[in-house]
């Protein structure tokens, strides 16, 4: 968190979730620079500003020397706006440099750039905007003389505004090489926005806010999307702002020989890792929770990467599970995720608004691999998922997180992420022959808070559903995926 306590007059952005990240929204009487590379969403998000300022019943002002008139409402078509309301002035038509011939007393830069605020003034003192958009500063740059020069101009702008109460947006597309601190020093807040090419799969945008004088605001990178309609802003996940829930009982999955190895349940708001190779049960297991609990007519969200919703319907229906039944009343959520086009922002914010709208008792995300695909190359990934598995245990939701290892049989498996040691329980699952079959051995090697079997059991997977058997004794060497057999040892020795 930033800024200070003083309450500062805040409105509405009308940008969803960018007032969570302003903590209020934006304050009233300040000069705020929006920042960001051509095809950001500068234009766009300055949109949203004055739309909203216009529910509100609020005079505004848009002054452009960007794009026409007929550009911006051309912008606004595309989202679905009406730009009505929106007082739209021109800063290009201010230019009287084909009427007054060449210029000797003064240079022709200066003359230019004083025409131009004589222009917005007059609009300003005309219209009495609450906010105005400037759009953008840098045309400004590119005219003003000297750096002294082109300081004063903005000077100029926000203390003319700041003396009639108008907060101002100003937009600037200065690259990293032409910024400089001028106009950010002057800025009572910096909204930045970035767009993150990627090598495959859609670029991702964030937004970060670099300064908020005398507000509060959400410190770090967000992310955001553009979409028809605008913006949409997912602020950053902090576990820590959100009041714990009160403990429920542990939860049970339905198969007596799996919770005898869970040591009679897995406590409500912890974390489990089902980790194993492909196709060995993963899925199956962290469903059962789910089907288990719309038993208790408790709600789950299954939020799948890798197959599809119609695959995993009929892969669980096949071992007698009625998750089509659970999906239709509404107590299991399935949700296919395109790792390609989705950030680890947009599915903390997915998962957010349905424990807090939906009251989801059961999460369960399959698999970490397709999650880890969203996450790209970010290398706080770690971060982000141990931020989103300590809210859901403050929110008292159990989170189970399967995660495929590569390789099939051997001691030389190896998995794309240890998550061992942020989950609060793990369940192994192995394959390994014996007698010329390929079995499946499942076990339980973590268990934060309390008791649980230490031993390996069998599990079976087929038409007559999911079997789990007594322990497996006289084996050793199960987890190799080449176990041997051996009498046990008689009690005399």
């Not at 007059?9 to 000069?31: E, I, T």
């Not at 004083?114 to 003192?125: G, I, K, Q």
């Amino acid at each position: 968190m930033s800024g200070l306590l003083v309450p500062v007059p805040r409105f509405p952005s009308g940008v969803p979730g960018l007032d969570n990240v302003l903590q209020g929204g934006l304050p009233r009487n300040a000069s705020i620079l929006v920042e960001g590379p051509p095809g950001s969403g500068k234009t766009t998000i300055a949109l949203q500003f004055l739309l909203q300022a216009v529910r509100d019943g609020e005079s505004c002002l848009l002054a452009t020397n960007a794009e026409t008139p007929e550009q911006l409402r051309a912008i606004g078509l595309s989202h679905g706006w009406s730009l009505d309301g929106i007082n739209i002035t021109d800063l290009a038509d201010a230019s009287p440099a084909e009427e007054q011939g060449e210029y000797t007393l003064f240079p022709e830069a200066e003359v230019e750039v004083d025409e131009t605020l004589r222009h917005l003034f007059e609009e300003v003192e005309r219209l009495r905007p609450s906010l105005l958009v400037l759009d953008t500063i840098s045309s400004l740059r590119i005219l003003a003389p000297t750096p002294a020069f082109h300081r004063r101009q903005l000077k100029r702008i926000r203390d003319h505004m700041a003396a009639r109460n108008c907060t101002t947006i100003m937009l600037d597309e200065a690259s990293m090489t032409e910024k400089d601190l001028r106009s950010q020093t002057l800025a009572d807040g910096i909204i930045e926005l970035k767009q993150v090419d990627c090598n495959y799969g859609a670029d991702r945008r964030r937004l970060r806010v670099r300064k908020l004088r005398g507000c509060r605001y959400l410190s770090g990178a967000h992310d955001f999307t553009i979409v028809s309609g605008g913006l949409v802003v997912y602020p950053r996940l902090v576990a820590q702002t959100y009041e714990p829930a009160k403990l429920g009982p542990d939860l049970q999955s339905g198969i007596p020989a799996i919770d005898a190895l869970t040591g009679g349940g897995l406590p409500r708001g912890s974390s489990t890792l089902i980790i194993g190779p492909a196709g060995i049960g993963k899925s199956t297991i962290s469903t059962l929770y789910a089907m288990e609990a719309a038993k208790r007519g408790e709600k789950s969200s299954i939020l799948l990467f890798d197959e599809s919703v119609e695959t995993h319907m009929a892969r669980g229906e096949g071992l007698g599970l009625d998750i089509s039944g659970a999906t239709d009343s509404g107590l299991v959520r399935l949700n296919h995720l395109d790792p390609a086009e989705l950030s680890v922002g947009q599915i903390a914010e997915l998962l957010v608004r349905q424990v807090e709208e939906e009251h989801i008792a059961v999460v369960v995300i399959d698999t970490l691999n397709g999650y880890l695909q969203s996450a790209m190359d970010e290398p706080t990934v770690l971060l982000h998922i141990r931020e989103l598995i300590t809210y859901l245990s403050r929110r008292n939701v159990a989170i189970f997180l399967t995660l495929t290892q590569h390789g099939i049989l051997g001691s030389e498996m190896q998995a794309p992420i240890d998550l061992s040691f942020l989950t609060d329980n793990v369940v192994l699952l192995r394959y390994y022959e014996v007698g010329g079959a390929i079995h499946k051995a499942l076990s339980v090697v973590k268990k934060r808070s309390g008791r649980h079997e230490r031993t390996i059991r069998e599990l079976v997977l087929d038409a007559c559903g999911v079997t789990v058997s007594e322990p497996l004794e006289g084996f050793s060497g199960v987890l190799t995926g080449t176990p041997v057999y051996s009498s046990m040892p008689s009690r005399d020795g």
